[in-house]
Each structure stands twice: as structure tokens, then as C-alpha cells.
């Protein structure tokens, strides 16, 4: 299972770092496996979205398996609405995926975060 690193980083650094991926592509330095990356421009709103609620949500989605929206709130034992509402923020995330069949579920073995204090 993959990992996904989370990065709390500007525009600016995000895409200077697209451009230097790029460039060692063109050398022919491409990575054995691509890291899977999500940016956040700061702290705050890494912490909406991903709530110790969704994360609870997403590990126990993880360990259960592909789920249903409804069969997830039941396993969840919470209100519908709710976890509707939190799908619909890790889905927009990329932190949880969704099949053909309207299955849910979470397409990364870790999420690891990093947070630089030079910044």
C-alpha cells in the first residue's frame, strides 16, 4: 500500500519543487516509485481538513475495507449527514477514493506529515 506525504508549503515552494521533479525527469533521474504528495498552505487549514474525527475515519475505513457511505456511518455509529459530510472533504482531499460501485475507501497504507520550521 502506498504512503502519502502531506506538506504544509506556499504556491510558490510546491511548484519550485514540480519544477526540480521535472528537471530530473529530463536527466533521466525518475524515482523507482513516485511519492504521492498533498499541499496545504498552512497549519489552519491542514487541520480542517483532516479533524481527529476524519482521521479516526480514515483509519478505521482503512482497516475495515471498502465500505458504502451508509454502511461506514452505521460501523462509525454516527449520523449519516455527518460522515457524508467528512467523505465529501478527504474525497476532495485525495485521501479517500471511491469505486464504480460507490465503495469507499482509503488508497494509502500511511499518511505521513511534515511540517517545516524554516519556513
Known amino acids: 500500500m502506498a504512503d502519502i506525504k502531506i506538506q504544509i508549503e506556499g ?3 510546491s511548484a519550485q519543487e514540480f519544477i ?3 528537471k ?6 525518475v524515482p523507482k516509485e513516485p511519492i504521492q504528495r498533498l499541499y496545504f498552505q498552512d ?11 476524519r482521521l479516526d475515519l480514515l483509519k478505521k475505513l482503512y482497516r475495515q475495507g471498502p465500505l458504502s ?3 461506514l ?10 460522515v457524508h459530510q ?10 479517500v477514493s471511491r469505486d464504480s460501485a460507490q465503495t469507499l475507501s482509503v488508497p494509502w497504507g500511511r499518511i505521513l506529515a511534515e511540517i517545516s520550521l524554516a519556513a
Open 11 to 13: 504556491e510558490k515552494e
Open 69 to 71: 457511505i451508509r454502511a
Open 43 to 53: 497549519l489552519q487549514t491542514l487541520l480542517k481538513v483532516l479533524t481527529p474525527r
Open 20 to 22: 526540480e521533479a521535472w
Open 86 to 95: 467528512d467523505i465529501q472533504a478527504l474525497e476532495q482531499a485525495g485521501l
Open 73 to 82: 456511518s452505521k460501523y462509525l455509529e454516527r449520523d449519516y449527514k455527518n
Open 24 to 29: 530530473q525527469a529530463e536527466k533521466g533521474n
